[in-house]
């Protein structure tokens, strides 16, 4: 029964994490061309790296205090923490929904080509860019599969879990001024 138990546990996991790398690859342009297009009908779009940078960089930021709070909050109470969880994501709610695309002419829209997943693969082949994208697969890949250790590891060599939240903030804080310099 024990196999069973974690034997299933990894299958869903596995299975969480192959729908979560779909959508992400599904999703993964779709940011990056909203904000160009928005960008372009501003007049902006020889800014686009820099002010993506400043994007990326706030909003790594904005949930840094949250973070190194939530293992205090969680000494008050467990509904403390999914209170101010739930303010957060009502407010990104609502701004997602306050977004709105802007207007494209139609020779826009005539630039944009589709292309088949095999044509992909055998354009990235010929250009010869194919190798560089399976290592950064692969190097993704371990990325995720060992972040998912972070934590049992620092549980294991003896970091009180009250800190967790502190290590997020500090790696948080180290990530967003690296996105401002991008």
Known sequence: TLCFVIGGSVFWFVLGQIVMNFALALSSGTGAAFMHDTLRALGKDSQYAKIMGKVNSIG??????????????????????????????????????????????????EEISSKHPVEVLKEGWSLGVFKYFLLLAFMMGMSIGIHAFKAPYQEFVGVPVIYFGVFWAVSRIFISIMLLAN
């Open 60 to 109: 790594f930021a904005i949930p840094i205090p949250f973070v190194a709070a939530i293992p205090f909050l969680v000494l008050i109470s467990y509904r403390a923490a999914f209170g101010v969880s739930l303010i957060f994501d009502v407010i990104g709610l609502i701004s997602v929904i306050a977004l709105t695309s802007p207007k494209k002419t139609a020779k826009e829209i």
